[in-house]
Each structure stands twice: as C-alpha cells, then as structure tokens.
C-alpha cells in the first residue's frame, strides 16, 4: 500500500517542506512605513541575524512631502497631507503585503516625534487605523536618540561602541552600558550644533550683511568660530570619561553621507563604511579649496548630484567642521575603528526588529 501510494506521499512531503520553509523565511522578513519630517519612507529587510546587524534591503521607497514645515506654520497637519498620507500608507501596504507575504506583525508604522506637536495628529491616527487595522505609533522624542543608537549600532556591538549623529539642528548619540543583572543603561549625547544650526551661528556673525553670501567671507567667519565649537565638544567628551575605553565610533547623519559619498566616489554595498580621520582631513580641503572638483563629479554621478542638491557649499563645509572637531576631540581616538552607518534610514526598523529579538538583550 504504501509503495503504491509513495508518489502522492513523497508529493505532500515535498508540499508540507516547501510551505515551512516559505513560513520560516517570512519570519526574517519585515517592512517599516516611516513617516518623517519631510518624507513617508518604506523599507523590507530580510534579517539574517540582527544581533550583527546582518541583513538586506529588499526594497526602499520614498516621497517626499514637508510635514514639518506645514506642522511648524500651522500647529497641524493640512487635509491634504492627512488624505495623501493615508492613501500612500494604504497603497505601500498592499504592495508589502502582495509582493513579500509578510507577516503582520513583522509590519510597523511610525511618525517622526515632530508629529507629537501636530494638534490634529489623532485624525491621521484613527484614518490610517480604520484603512490598515493597524496603528501609527509616534517615535518619542526622548526616546530617539535611543532607537538610534539601538538601530545604528550591530547588538554584538553595544557594550564595545557609541554613536554620533550629525543633524540638521543637532547632533545627537549616546551610548549603552551593561549593569549588573543583565540590565543596560542608555546614556545620551547632545552637541547643540548640527549642519543648519551652526550655518546660521556662523552666518549671524557677519557684520556686513552684503557679505553674507560671498564665499570667502564665510569662511573666514567658519574658521573664526571654531574655537566655540571645540569648546563644545571638548565640554561634552569630557563628560562622559567613559568614552574613551570604547573601541568602536559608528557615525551617522547627512554630514557623514555626503563625506561618504563625494570622498570615496564609489558605490559602497557593505552597510558600515570604515573611514579615517585623515580622510576627512582630506575632504575638508577639498571642500574648502577646490569646490569645483565635486561639482564636475555631481555631472556624471548620481549620488554626488543628490549630495549638492541637498547642501551647498556652507552647509557642506559646517557640516565637517562637525565632524572634524568631534573626531579630534575624542580621547584615544587612534585605537578606535571608525565606521559611517550608511543605512542610516532603516535603523528605526532594526531597532524595532532587535527589541522583539529574543536573541538581542534590550533589558533597559
């Protein structure tokens, strides 16, 4: 009997082994609709094992929208980001859903912690809940700094790194220690300058206001503010004394992305990007001497041309002199290995994914 049936058999084996394999494959898969300040992102990531932070990006996705400037000049969202971010939110659902198989609960969504000052922000809430049965939760803004670091950094890292974000308005990190009881502490770090903020300190110190746009002028007034920004940063390494027996410096921001991407000129696929102090060294005059070098490059690259058509020149060179002034002054900064965290756009999502890990210790 069981010869004469062995085809069938053999068939069911081979069905029931193909749906558990598809079964356990979803489990690795998870999506994230993010949206931020001025853009819905869509991410799906295959983990492979997230306490290396080894995964792949299966697709990315984004428009953008300016949600913050519309919050910031009318304390809400207008109707028409409500309608349009529901029926994106909607669309990109059922395209995760159609195209990977996913696992509901390996989907979130989440807004930028800006969305916590929108007066309206229940209606987009309740909208996207009755379309999706599934809830828009609001990053914390005491709590992103650690979704960072949580995302930025690879778990097998944590006790051995810290991390510093270099902002429009701020730059941001922190770092985790391990407690006793397997319990971790998270400690932050703020620098209050980031790309735009310092831009401006720099630019409010021109007396001649018709001066304000003439390039060497600027930078004059950028070299002659630095001593305010080294005090900063000196006032904030020296405060955490910890840091300097930390072996491993992760950097993100768009400050890193476009030294990343101008300097190195070349599609990097590894998802942490080593560099070096004097790489930025050498960027910095570059940026500051002969300019002209990254815009031909912006003619023929792509990634170049979305790096200028982000920042200017004086943002471009405030944001290294962040960089610069933060890599040289921290304590022992030669022993460290240095890595830009070039993915910095999913690392919402890994921090989501390491805290349902039961393989990851988030035991804050």
Request: net charge neutral; glycine share 4%; proline share 2%.
């Amino acid at each position: 009997m069981l010869k004469k049936n062995k085809p069938q058999v053999l068939f069911f084996i081979l069905l029931n082994l193909f749906f558990t394999l598809n079964s356990f494959s979803q489990k690795s898969i998870y999506a994230g609709i993010e949206i931020g300040r001025r853009a819905i992102k869509v991410s799906v990531l295959d983990v492979n094992n997230i306490k290396k932070a080894d995964y792949k990006i299966l697709s990315f996705w984004t428009e953008r929208i300016p949600f913050a400037d519309h919050i910031s000049a009318a304390g809400e969202l207008t109707a028409e980001d409500i309608t349009r971010t529901s029926n994106t939110v909607v669309d990109q659902l059922k395209k995760i859903r159609a195209e990977h198989k996913i696992l509901e609960e390996n989907i979130f969504i989440v807004a930028a912690p800006v969305f916590e000052s929108a007066r309206n922000i229940d209606v987009l809430k309740n909208k996207i809940s009755s379309l999706t049965n599934k809830e828009l939760e609001i990053l914390d803004v005491h709590e992103e700094a650690k979704t960072l670091v949580k995302g930025a950094i690879p778990p097998v890292d944590f006790a051995n790194a810290f991390l510093l974000d270099i902002g429009a308005q701020t730059t941001k990190g922190g770092y985790i220690d391990e407690l006793k009881d397997n319990k971790l502490e998270f400690v932050p770090l703020a620098l209050d300058f980031g790309t735009m903020t310092l831009t401006d300190a720099v630019e409010k110190t021109v007396v001649n206001k018709s001066q304000i746009n003439d390039m060497s002028t600027y930078q004059e007034k950028s070299f002659d503010f630095n001593p305010v920004l080294r005090k900063k940063t000196k006032e904030l390494f020296d405060a955490n004394p910890t840091l300097e027996k930390k072996d491993k410096l992760y950097l993100s921001g768009g400050a890193v992305w476009a030294f990343s991407t101008l300097y190195y000129n070349e599609n990097v696929k590894e998802h942490y990007v080593a560099l070096s102090l004097q790489d930025v060294i050498d960027y910095d005059a570059v940026l500051k001497n002969n300019f002209t070098k990254y815009t031909t490059l912006a003619k023929t690259n792509k990634e170049a041309a979305r790096v200028l058509s982000t920042y200017d020149q004086k943002y471009l060179i405030s944001a290294n002199n962040i960089l610069v002034t933060c890599l040289e002054s921290i304590p022992n900064l030669a022993s460290k290995k240095i890595y830009f965290v070039k993915e910095g756009q999913v690392t919402w999502l890994i921090s989501y994914i390491a805290d349902r890990s039961k393989k990851v210790n988030t035991n804050f």
